[in-house]
């Protein structure tokens, strides 16, 4: 497993190349009052990271929805990116389709599966990514080509030389023995814990990516909190803890103006009962390089742990149980 | 502090005839492109509620920030709903500052403080809610308050008459003895656990309101998890959870169509490593009643269960500790 995330600069530029070499649906941009990504799980993360990196820098709002119900307002002035790894999500699928019903301007994310041959049959856009891969382990072929896709359609959340510089960071990071050593020390400290994920509201969709590759990789449940929210209920969950308590805290620290602050007040009142904290501090110079940082030490931490603890970290054997179930729920009779 | 909880009823229709019998500001709603509330904690959570109750209802994006930033392109076409119980949460003046600023049409909801007088300096229209309330309690006045707003402005999310169905049922479920037992025995079945509050995507702010509900009354933290995105990710981490854990589960049934199945499913999954599964079947016919439903058992649950811990359900030391550092972090000097 490690292998796929140490190749995620190769994987990001292959994605990013790509869409720079295809033809990219020529849409009205004036058209678009609202844009919104539709996907689940490791794909869906893709719409969050998105939806965060576009909220200072676009004058169209960003929606990302992990659902197979769609908005009411979702219409022929939607812009509606629908991104499923395999392609198969039943979920996005339904989504998928309920938004061309409604005439929205649809284009699909997928390396095959229902969701290519569905855009074929309504002659959608379809960007295809690169296939055989973990799907959780494939977020910076989905990413990369999101925000090259955005970029080329004049919705710009992330300039060419951004996008170019973040992934000549990857690829050092890759393979840079400071990350590794972060990584371990990371999956050491959280052994035997419920880790719980802190964050500020910019980089909430890395605490969630952070909580997601712990559950699927190491097979733990994680806890997510988000400041300044925090402050306002959850704080107050950790006046008096029940005893038994085992978890840890994970800060993840954007190191911005009162971001900091904040989070080193998270670190203080979480200390007070005797749960330790692990700072991660985020490298990089820009929101999209902060971010890859923190999605690849997170990533090889979780698998570092999923060794600790004697779990494959690639199999996940009831989420193939999950799926029995929403395909029996979601019938696809579209293609 | 249940006393409060009891008078819901009375509270919820004190609110809604207030706006009835008030001015509302007349806005050419052709205009407004997407609505946008701040709110922080018990206050935010109505904007969570009120943009589920408007998913399949409005045609008009509902947004909940719950944040001192605000997104890019909130901007004059935009109709902004501040609520501070208080009048003084510090990030949601701040964002409200900024939506002034940016010309958006700014509507503010409080029982007083700093969001009154800059709603008095700026000309803004505001509505005045019941004091003298602990805010977590105070949530039928401020939910009220908005619904039957929007219902006059023209954005009918919840009927006129749906919402005195609603205050009805609430009147009755506060006098209800199966309601006080079955907040009873949620809380007795809680008892010395990490709640993990699981719902479907339509009632995830109910979800997130027992979370703060019994963060902040029962002193404890809680995890929420939603379908169907738990399918892809969290599932996972119940395969093998430490082995410490403490954790039980609560699900909150609104017993519709799929998720039924789903959350079934997701008790058959976290049963299997032996966390006890609870199950809340919400009552009502609307989903507005389902969610006051929910609301009120939580809320009368962990009470019952700060007398179970032996804790004052009112007091929140930490919170206060909390807002003296965002009194530094966010100056206002606006009023």
């Known amino acids: 497993m490690i292998e796929y ?39 869906g993360i893709v719409g969050d990271l998105a939806a965060s990196l576009a909220y200072n820098r676009l004058g169209v709002p960003v929606f990302s929805i992990k659902d197979y119900r769609l908005p009411m307002w979702v219409n022929k002035n939607t812009l509606v990116i629908s991104i499923s790894y395999s392609g198969n999500t039943r979920e996005t699928v339904l989504a998928t389709y309920e938004a061309l019903k409604r005439g929205s301007h649809v284009i699909t994310v997928s390396s095959g ?84 994920v802190v964050s500020c509201s910019k980089f909430s969709p890395l605490a969630y990516r952070l909580k997601n590759e712990f559950n699927e990789n190491s097979k733990i449940p994680v806890k997510v909190e988000i400041v300044p929210e925090w402050g306002h209920n959850d704080i107050v969950g950790w006046e008096k803890p029940p005893a038994t308590s085992n978890m840890k805290c994970l800060i993840v620290n954007c190191n911005e103006d009162k971001c900091k602050h904040l989070l080193n007040f998270v670190k203080e009142a979480i200390s007070r009962v005797n749960i330790k904290c692990y700072t991660l501090n985020l490298k990089g110079d820009s929101d999209l390089n902060k971010l890859m940082y923190g999605c690849l030490v997170g990533g090889l931490a979780s698998v570092y742990l999923a060794r600790f603890r004697g779990v494959n970290p690639i199999e996940t054997t009831s989420i193939s149980m999950y799926k029995n179930i929403i395909v029996k729920l979601i019938k696809i009779n579209i293609v």
Chains 1, 2 share one sequence.
């Open 113 to 196: 599966g229902i969701l290519r041959r569905l855009s074929e049959k309504y002659n959608l856009p379809h960007i295809s990514i690169e296939g055989g891969l973990v799907p959780r382990a494939a977020l910076p072929a989905m990413l990369y080509t999101v925000l090259a896709l955005l970029e080329r359609m004049g919705f710009t959340i992330v300039s060419k030389d951004e996008i170019n510089r973040s992934i000549e960071n990857l690829k050092l990071w890759c393979n840079s023995r400071e990350v590794d050593s972060e990584a371990k020390d990371l999956a050491t400290f959280l052994k035997e814990s419920i880790p719980v």
């Open 5 to 43: 995330y140490l190749s995620w600069g190769i994987q990001a530029e292959k994605a990013f190349r790509y869409v720079y070499s295809t033809n990219i649906p020529k849409i009205d941009i004036t058209e678009i009052s609202n844009i919104v990504f539709i996907g689940m799980g490791g794909s």
